[in-house]
T-cell receptor
Framework: DTGVSQNPRHKITKRGQNVTFRCDPI?????LYWYRQTLGQGPEFLTY????????KSRLLSDRFSAERPKGSFSTLEIQRTEQGDSAMYLC?????????FGPGTRLLVL | GESVGLHLPTLSVQEGDNSIINCAYS??????FIWYKQESGKGPQFIID?????DKRQGQRVTVLLNKTVKHLSLQIAATQPGDSAVYFC??????????FGTGTSLTVIP
């Protein structure tokens, strides 16, 4: 499968715990995006990388959230001290230029 | 059948009929648009895109129309099939790296 992959697909955690998600983009894509999607809503932009540089961050990305793309390939999104409001689908997308292609997402449930 | 995007978030059509899903955007600076299909529990799937220097683009069974004068976008699906049942999002790019998604329209195909 040469598409965008995300792991894990599901994560259940207790409030206050830290979680980390991984995204592997399409191999030739230099741009990588993280989005959050809640039920009944469209995806909301969180952050954007071009190669290893994080070039844009949304106001939605509080200081509890951090994203990295250390070698310009895979990326991780970490949420510290999770809150129930963090429960959502976290989507990763990649592009070379133009259209963004999404992964299957990681569904997070914070209890 | 037709939907008015954000105001009529559900659309039901008979199998074999044509579907029209509408999307209104507000930012006149938006210059690139993508339609995505999202099935339950999956990430958004790219369908078709269009740039603002075009007013129509066709794919396999799908056509996107762009009317920049009234800031309106539509997705036409020919000979709708049960497998087309999903939520459809239009996403707009306003010149930066973010895409802005609408709420989406839920399409149900009645066999």
């Amino acid at each position: 499968d040469t598409g965008v992959s995300q792991n894990p697909r599901h994560k259940i955690t207790k409030r206050g715990q830290n979680v980390t998600f991984r995204c592997d983009p399409i191999s030739e894509h230099n741009r990588l995006y993280w989005y959050r999607q809640t039920l009944g809503q469209g995806p909301e932009f969180l952050t954007y990388f071009q190669n290893e540089a994080q070039l844009e961050k949304s106001r939605l990305l509080s200081d509890r959230f951090s994203a990295e793309r250390p070698k310009g390939s895979f990326s991780t999104l970490e949420i510290q001290r999770t809150e129930q409001g963090d429960s959502a689908m976290y989507l990763c997308a990649s592009s070379f230029r133009g259209a963004q292609y999404f992964g299957p997402g990681t569904r997070l449930l914070v209890l | 059948g037709e939907s008015v995007g954000l105001h009529l978030p559900t659309l039901s059509v008979q199998e074999g009929d044509n579907s029209i899903i509408n999307c209104a955007y507000s930012n006149s600076a938006s210059d690139y648009f993508i339609w995505y299909k999202q099935e339950s529990g999956k990430g958004p799937q790219f369908i078709i895109d269009i740039r603002s220097n075009m007013d129509k683009r066709q794919g396999q069974r799908v056509t996107v129309l762009l009317n920049k004068t009234v800031k309106h976008l539509s997705l036409q699906i020919a000979a709708t099939q049960p497998g087309d049942s999903a939520v459809y999002f239009c996403a707009e790019n306003r010149g930066g790296n973010q895409f802005y998604f609408g709420t989406g329209t839920s399409l149900t195909v009645i066999p």
